[in-house]
T-cell receptor, first 113, second 112 residues
Framework: SQTIHQWPATLVQPVGSPLSLECTVE??????LYWYRQAAGRGLQLLFY??????ISSEVPQNLSASRPQDRQFILSSKKLLLSDSGFYLC????????????FGPGTRLTVT | GENVEQHPSTLSVQEGDSAVIKCTYS??????FPWYKQELGKRPQLIID?????GEKKDQRIAVTLNKTAKHFSLHITETQPEDSAVYFC???????????FGKGTLLTVNP
């Protein structure tokens, strides 16, 4: 069966510091991968998605970037964090061109101080 | 792009009552209509979905109904229990092959 991992689970970072969040999927090949951010008490904002290695689509202009160095690895990065970057970051995966079902990882709770 | 509107934003019911959450969508290109449940501090989990070749799907106490003419779909929870308390999200792909557009969520509180 498929499993999705995210780390770290929680992170407290000062403003202006860099960020690297990692997501990996097991048990499947060539998944579609997604990064979402959820502010406290708010909805799910799609940040990036990827349909293959090196293929990244950005949904919202911001100081974040994403990379997919391997088939089942998705990384979210920032060079300099802002206070507004605080939130719950969720990675998700789906399979195929029109599968649509998305399954979420456990998330990383980021607090920027 | 796709527009998904979800109502109500909050819903409070007594244990044992039914709860209904409704979503409207704009793009008819896709046939997939999922619902997710997110408990406090946890990840969203897919609880039920429907494809537009059927008008209703049930799984124990939860059901989803679809009205393609009116472009809306609803989540129905019967005999609610305190553990049903969570935020529920609807979603729809619209014309996208890969993305889901989520509604803003409904906070359901089931009072014992």
């Amino acid at each position: 069966s498929q499993t999705i991992h995210q780390w770290p689970a929680t992170l407290v970072q000062p403003v202006g510091s860099p960020l690297s969040l990692e997501c990996t999927v097991e048990g499947t090949s060539n998944p579609n991968l997604y990064w979402y951010r959820q502010a406290a008490g708010r909805g799910l904002q799609l940040l990036f998605y990827s349909v293959g290695i090196g293929q990244i689509s950005s949904e919202v202009p911001q100081n974040l970037s994403a990379s997919r160095p391997q088939d089942r690895q998705f990384i979210l990065s920032s060079k300099k964090l802002l206070l507004s970057d605080s939130g719950f970051y969720l990675c998700a995966w789906s399979i195929g061109l029109v599968s649509y079902e998305q399954y979420f990882g456990p998330g990383t709770r980021l607090t920027v101080t | 792009g796709e527009n998904v509107e979800q109502h109500p934003s909050t819903l409070s019911v007594q244990e044992g009552d039914s709860a209904v959450i409704k979503c409207t969508y704009s793009d008819s290109a896709s046939n997939y209509f999922p619902w997710y449940k997110q408990e406090l501090g946890k990840r969203p989990q897919l609880i039920i979905d429907i494809r537009s070749n059927v008008g209703e799907k049930k799984d124990q106490r939860i059901a989803v109904t679809l009205n393609k003419t009116a472009k809306h779909f609803s989540l129905h929870i019967t005999e609610t229990q305190p553990e049903d308390s969570a935020v529920y999200f609807c979603a729809h792909p619209g014309g996208s092959n890969y993305k889901l557009t989520f509604g803003k969520g409904t906070l359901l509180t089931v009072n014992p």
